[in-house]
Every structure is written in C-alpha cells, then in structure tokens.
C-alpha cells in the first residue's frame, strides 16, 4: 500500500496486470505466514509448468505455479501453496460412524482441496466454508437415505462429524475446519427442529414445488431473482410452525430462540433435497445459495478508523498524512482474507460510510487511489487478488498445483458512498445503475478525444456484467 499519492497512477495496463498478478503469487506464502503455523513440509518440487497460464484480457486470470519462479536448488523447499498429497490415506476415524465414505468420495475429495491447510483461513469465507456446509447437508441426506429419519441422533452426529474431519484432513485439509468454519457435530441432527422424519415432513411441504425450485439453481439469477431461497425458507417456516405461530403473535417475544428452530429446519430441508439429487447437483446448487449468501454482506473486520478520520477530516486535495493514515488501515485489512468482487464493494461502501460519519466529506479513495482490490489479501509487492462471485474452487492437479482465480477488473476505483448512513445495497438490475456501453465509433478511433472516458466506461461495464 505504500504508494506516491501526489502520482496518478496508470490504469488498465496488461503489462503492469499482468506482472503485479506474478508479484501477487511469488508473495503469498509470506502472507499465508501469518494466518498457517509451521507444519512438517510435504512440498511437490514438479508443481511449475514451462509456459505461463493462458488469459483473455477481460478474462479472470488463473493463478497458477507456472509463475513461480524456478529455484537453484532443488533441496530448497517450494512455497506452502503447492503441497503433494499421500498416495495412501491413513485417517483416525472412530469406528462408531456406519456409513461407506467412498459413495461421496468426489464431495470429500473436492472439500478437501478446497479447505487446504495452509489456505483455508484465507478462502474460508468464501470458498472453504461453503463448500464444508454442503457436504454436510449432502452427508445428512447421504446417511438417512434408507430411513425415514431426515437427521441422526446426537452420538452417531458426534462420530461421523469427527470422521469427516478427520478423512478431509488425511487428504491435505485443514483440521481446524470446524473453527474456521464455526461448525460443529449439532448441524447434523436437526436440532429444534420439530420436523425430522421424511413422512411428517412430505405431509407438510410441497415437495414438488421445492424440487422443481431448487434441483437446477441458475446462478446467474438466484442471488437477485431469487426462486429456490424462498421456497426453502417456506417449508422452513411451515416445519417449525413458526408460521402460524408468527401471524397469532404480532408482537414476538425471544425472537433469537425461533431464529434458531428456523436454522434449525433450514438444515432438515436441505437435507431432503440431498436425498433427492445427485450429489453433484446437490452440491452445485448449495453452493450457489451460499454465494448469495456471503456476497450480501462484508466479512472483513472494519474497526473504528478514528485515525483516517482525524487525517483526512478536511483534506479536499491530495494529502500525503492522509493517504498515509488510510494506507496503514487498509494494510491492515489487507491481512485478513481473500473476498469476491461484490464483498469488496460492500466493504468499500461501509468503510467509506464510516469516514463520512466521522466528518470525511472528501472522496479520499478517489485522492489516494484506492482500489476494489485493496480491500483482499495482498502479496508484498502492492498486488491483490479479488475473487468472482460466482462459486470457486481451488484446483489441484500433479502438474500445476493449486490455482486461484482471479477477476481482472479488480483495479477499478473503489466506490465511495453518497451518504454516511449505510442503507441496503443492490447490485443487481434494475436496481443497480449500469454504465452505458461504448459506441464503436469512440472504441474504433485512435485519435478521438474522450477515449480514455470511453475505455473505463468499457471496464466498469464488463466489472458490472462479470458480479453476475
């Protein structure tokens, strides 16, 4: 973050794109250093190809070990990014949880990779945690496939749940995953829930309707159209009979304690619709709710910038104590997790929100050029990765190792709020403002005056196309 405030900074450069994505890379493990304890090194040293990874210019750009540089000498360990897996699994499992894992091997395969150990508490939020969730909604309906119960009983929750993490972390995952993850053995069993059998269950709730709602999830529409959430949430509400319970009491009493039975069904209902699909549609379709979910709101931890505020509280030009001050905050920021294009706007919303409560009335990310992807985890060398929205996996193979991708139109200028009261955001149209699209006339000519307008109107307009 360290930056010549009083210099505009040249934008949109595939050249300079390009080579802060390799400084990105070569960086990240120093980072990862502070989220990943030392453990025992079990490093490829084939995991670097000859040629770099292919990318369009408006394309997300794989990261990938073909930009690791190559190493004098080979007894040198390769960064912790790039771990080997055993070719023999040896989990500690409990021997109490009946169940033959094999049938969801792909599930747990994919889980594994992406809870990585030395990366899931930097793609927790959005790519680790989501994808834990799912496989235990799929194991939920997995293990009560042959029964008429929709959940399992407390003590068998508590072996299989240890099971599941203790084969994940056989295959190279993270064995905190229930922390990172605030998930626990409880998820399985439905909880409060006072709907845990297939019978009662397709008694209550229109089953067709659900299915037919939730088996194929577009995820192009689902976060700003919804169809499946809601009607999830409806069979929700009609198991916990929160429902007639709500219109008989217009003025509710320990909200938090129905709030809980409500996650409670939630979680006996997605169990039902695993029963019903494949594996894989299950797990794409959970995924993709997750993304509507995590892409509503920031999980970065945004403390009182009291600082920055007292900096940059009546600065109306470039100030070097200024971009200073909110440098160092954003550094700070910068330390604690990889976020998706949307998070990052909503991050730069509310922290911009806060500056103007606290009297900065000046677009200060505007004079110290601050970035969308200045709100992500950042490598040493002034480059950050934001992730699309859409759901992610990280990706793993003998030959490349793991890759990351990244959205290339991360280097738009961050959005600065029109007012200090955060109200709800919407990025979805009609209600979000799209730029125009540029004229071929203006794109076509050289020598034109206004094309440097034209071109960002052009990478705003392919940023706002690629958050769906």
Known sequence: MDRVTTITRLKGSWLHLSLRFVFWLCSLESILALHTPPEPSHISSASRLSSPPKSGIFEPIQISPAVIPNYSFPVESLPPMYPTYPKIYDPVLTGRCPVNFSAISSIMEKTASDCDQPL?????????????????HIFQGFYTVNSDKLVLQNAVADDCFQDIVSILASRGANSSIPIICSAKSYNLTGGSCPVKDITSFE????????????????????????????????????ISRMQSFMNDNKNIVGLSNHVDMLNDCKGVVYSYISRKLTHDSANTAFRILSACKVNKACPLD????????????????????????????????????????????????????????GGVMTN??????????????????????????????????????????CDLSDNIAAPWPSSSSITSISLCAP??????????????????????????????????????
Request: proline share 6%; glycine share 6%.
């Open 431 to 468: 209600e979000m403002s799209l730029p125009a699209l540029p004229t071929s006339q203006t794109l076509g000519n050289p020598g034109c005056r206004g094309c440097g307008v034209d071109l960002l109107v052009l990478i705003l307009f392919v940023f706002s196309t690629l958050l769906f």
């Open 203 to 238: 008694k209550i709730v229109n089953t067709s309707k659900l299915l037919e709602a939730c088996s194929t999830v577009d995820p192009l529409k689902e976060c700003c159209r919804p169809i499946c959430q809601p009607v999830i949430m409806e069979a929700a509400l009609k």
């Open 120 to 136: 899931a508490s930097v793609v927790g939020n959005v790519i680790c945690c989501p994808q834990f969730s799912s496989l235990l």
């Open 364 to 405: 200060i990310y505007e004079l110290c050029d601050v970035d969308l992807e200045d709100f992500s985890l950042q490598g040493e060398k002034n480059a950050g990765c934001l992730l699309r929205s859409l759901p992610a996996d990280m990706v793993y193979d003998n030959s490349t190792g793991f890759s990351i991708t």
């Open 302 to 357: 945004l403390k009182q910038p009291s600082e920055v505020i007292a900096a940059c509280q009546n600065v109306a030009a470039p100030s070097p104590s200024c971009c200073s001050s909110l440098n160092t905050y954003i550094a700070g920021i910068q330390r604690q997790m990889l976020i998706t294009n949307r998070q990052a706007i909503i991050c730069a919303i509310a922290f911009g929100s806060m500056l103007r409560k």
